[in-house]
């Protein structure tokens, strides 16, 4: 029986899902979020690690959990003691990631983590050792842009990457600064993006600057990352007590 193409149209219609609302999805993944931005909470952070364990267990391409499950493995690699485990869960969170990727290429978030995973190891590595992936992480940051034009994170990694690598390999602490400056425009409730920028004045020999970008950490009320959030405000204490008036 020959299908009429309207008729063949119309069911290929109702068989297709439309996509999620980022609202919808949100809400899909609010239990692990939440663990994952309270993680100074007793063991949040672990228990996120198993929420999403658990719902991978029922659909291993789950790309959102993938992501997410990278993330939270990411930060348990910056709590732990030994090298040997920090780059094993930064290598495991990495290859979460893109495993996610290869469902969807285009998430923003994916490309972000996975450039961020990549450089963790990286640093865990030793810089000489991981120049070459100086490369691959701008793509992952540049591509994380391309999707999600307002991600200041991905403008803080990119100048995280430029104070910090040799000049020889594109470093440039000017370049630094700009890159700082457009994170915090972007994500003003990112305050690890503050901190990022008040350091990268204090090294252009912009001490003044660097104090009001300090107080604008101490001044926010509504932080992007909670958990993260204690910390940058007793770092800018700090860094405001070694800069003086």
């Not at 193409?5 to 999805?25: E, G």
């Not at 996610?100 to 990286?122: P, T, V």
Request: charged share 30%; net charge neutral; with cysteine.
């Amino acid at each position: 029986m020959i299908v009429p193409p309207a008729l063949l149209l119309s069911a290929l219609a109702l068989c297709q899902s439309p996509a999620p609302s980022t609202a919808a999805v949100r809400a899909a993944y609010a239990e692990a979020d939440d663990l994952y931005l309270h993680r100074n909470r007793g063991r949040d952070l672990e228990l996120s690690v198993s929420v999403l364990e658990g719902r991978l267990a029922q659909d291993p391409a789950d790309a959102q959990a993938l992501w997410r499950l990278g993330r939270s493995l990411l930060r348990l690699g910056e709590e732990a003691r030994g090298t040997e485990e920090r780059l094993a869960l930064f290598e495991r969170a990495e290859g979460s990631i893109e495993r996610s990727l290869r469902i969807d290429e285009r998430s923003a978030e994916a490309h972000y983590w996975c450039g961020l995973a990549m450089g963790r190891a990286g640093q865990e590595r030793g810089m000489l050792r991981s120049l070459f992936l100086v490369g691959p992480i701008r793509r992952h940051m540049r591509r994380a842009l391309e999707l999600d034009p307002r991600m200041g994170r991905a403008h803080q990694v990119l100048g995280e990457m430029a104070k910090e690598i040799p000049g020889f390999a594109g470093g440039s602490k000017r370049r630094a600064v700009a890159e700082l400056e457009e994170a915090v425009r972007l994500s003003p409730g990112y305050s690890a993006a503050y901190i990022s920028l008040a350091k990268a004045c204090v090294e252009v020999g912009e001490k003044e600057k660097a104090r009001a970008v300090l107080r604008r950490v101490l001044e926010l009320k509504a932080p992007d990352d909670p958990a993260e959030h204690g910390e940058n405000v007793a770092e800018a204490g700090r860094m405001l007590s070694e800069l003086g008036p």
